[in-house]
């Protein structure tokens, strides 16, 4: 059940807002819920209401009649017990996240603009800033609804798909169509989720419904007993990883198909998943530079000198 202002009322039913303020002092139709000391909202079942009540009046019934031929219906009215202030309150943030959404796919996110979103919605950048305090939170949240709607997708196809490499070929299509949304999305969104929990959540809840099938393809593959000491997880996103970096090269001249950069990082798998099965021993294979790996990790990155911070 939505939750209606007085003005969205008034513009749906053809009433002006003092006949729907003289119908509820008649008893016509239940009181409205207070969001605020200046604010009320109202239901669908004010709306039902309103133009029932006209076409009693059009009839010729008085007030007391029609009060009476709609006492259950009112009474019902007046019980749902809806908390309209919630339910207004989000449907004010999902209108924000479609419009938000569309922006961001054929505007990217410089062409984005805060000012264009409210007046295209009709609310104060005040409402908006309530729902997302930035703008940077506000495209997080239209690219989890992307990498959402991408896993929806997928699912039907990779669901009956037996083979786990085949599937990874649909994962990456689906991982195409989620940076085709806006350009460096995901680095905006994880620059994002830096600095905010719930961004953080919001980035690792949408990427654990692409990565989580993926991860459990891996793990099916370990060999008891020869379990490689790697991390299903972080080889998952690897691997779209190196995906991206082959587009990224693809990118720069027409050497490169979307097919060849998509049949390398299969062919990649497939050679991860002779580890998995046990035919190659990446423990040993790693031993000998456990120890470099370690010297390595405790370094700080390197820095031409004129990018050092200056210490006074």
């Known amino acids: ?28 139709l239940p009181e409205a819920q207070k969001a605020s000391r200046t604010r009320a909202l109202y239901t669908e079942d004010h709306l039902a209401l309103l133009r029932d009540i006209e076409e009693l009046r059009a009839e010729g019934l008085r007030p ?5 031929r709609l006492a259950g219906r009112l009474r019902a009215a007046g019980e749902n017990g809806v908390d309209l202030v919630a339910r207004r309150d989000e449907e004010v943030r999902e209108a924000i996240l479609r419009a938000a959404t569309r922006s961001f796919a054929h505007k990217g996110y410089k062409g984005t603009r805060v000012a264009d979103l409210v007046a295209e919605l009709g609310i104060t950048p005040q409402l ?8 940077r939170d506000l495209f997080v949240a239209c690219y989890r609804i992307a990498v959402l709607y991408m896993a929806g997708v997928i699912t039907p196809r990779v669901d009956p798909e037996g083979d786990p490499a085949a ?25 994002a989720s830096q600095h905010d929990e719930e961004a953080r959540r919001d980035m690792r809840e949408a990427y654990e419904r692409i990565f989580r099938e ?38 720069l001249d027409d050497e490169y198909s979307w097919r060849e950069v998509t049949r390398h990082t299969l ?4 050679l991860l998943l002779t580890v998995y099965r046990g035919d190659q021993d990446l423990g ?29």
């Open 1 to 28: 059940m939505r939750a209606l202002t007085i003005s969205e009322l008034e513009r749906e039913s053809g009433a002006p807002r003092r006949t729907i303020y003289y119908y509820v002092r008649l008893g016509l």
């Open 64 to 68: 007391a009649v029609i009060r009476a």
């Open 128 to 135: 908006l800033y309530q729902h997302f305090a930035t703008k």
């Open 167 to 191: 599937r990874l070929v649909w994962y990456m299509w689906a991982d195409e169509g989620i940076k085709a949304f806006a350009p460096h999305m995901f680095a905006l969104a994880v620059e």
């Open 214 to 251: 993926l991860i459990a393809d891996l793990a099916r593959f370990r060999t008891a007993g020869r379990e490689p000491p790697i991390s299903d997880e972080l080889i998952s996103h690897g691997m779209m990883g190196a995906f991206q970096q082959m587009l990224a090269r693809a990118a």
């Open 267 to 270: 062919g990649l798998f497939l």
């Open 284 to 312: 040993a294979l790693l031993a000998p530079y456990e120890e470099l790996l370690t010297e390595v990790a405790e370094l700080p990155p390197p820095v031409p000198p004129e990018l050092e911070p200056d210490d006074g």
